[in-house]
């Protein structure tokens, strides 16, 4: 049993962060169609990972398309583009949102900016590090964005190396579990490891 921790990050900024930036709540049930777009400024903008998800529809049919494939996205250099559509979610516990997250690097007054539906909103990097920010396009209970903490790459990555000792007489394995801050977990399937003499 081998366990890594990531230690805090002395200078966050030195590898590229990661931002997570969702849409969606408002009324259960009631459809809102978006179209937003998020630009870095005074940073770069490295990857972008789609986070969108569809209605659960057991056997989708031919000609259904419309009602499961409706997000898209582009990338321009530094900037993002995307359209999508939520719903509420459904219960407190299961999420009906749709998102992006981004990788990018800068410094404590990089700016990320947002349009959504018109609404703009601008979080500067440092205020990201120290926690969510999120704004609603009418008030409380209409639809809302959310830019999720910056999370930098000592917090979402780690290097392990083992060294396997073994008698050879036996297949042994290795399995791979991660726990997150949110409690939330992943883990590998099994890595099998056999001596050469048994296989």
Known sequence: HHAVRPPAAANPYDAPLKV???????QK??????????????????????RFRGHEIVAPQDGEEASYAFSS????????????????NP?????????LCLTLSGGAHTVLRGRFNGTEHA?????????????????????AFLFERAVPQVEY?????????????QREWYTVRVRQFNGQWAWSSP???????QS
Do not use: C, M, N
Request: no cysteine.
């Open 91 to 99: 219960t407190t516990t299961t999420a009906a949102t749709q998102g």
């Open 20 to 26: 997570a930036v969702a849409v969606g709540w408002g």
């Open 73 to 88: 996205w582009q990338q321009q250099g530094d900037a993002v583009t995307f359209k999508t559509r939520t719903w509420g």
């Open 191 to 197: 890595i099998w490891v056999e001596s050469k003499e």
């Open 123 to 143: 979080v500067s990097l440092q205020d990201l590090l120290a926690g969510p920010r999120s704004g609603y396009l009418g008030g409380f209970l209409t639809p």
């Open 157 to 169: 990555s780690a290097r392990l190396q083992v060294e396997h000792e073994s008698t050879g007489k």
């Open 29 to 50: 049930g009631e459809d809102v169609d978006w179209d937003a777009s998020l630009r870095i400024e005074g940073g770069t903008l490295h990857h972008v990972e789609p």
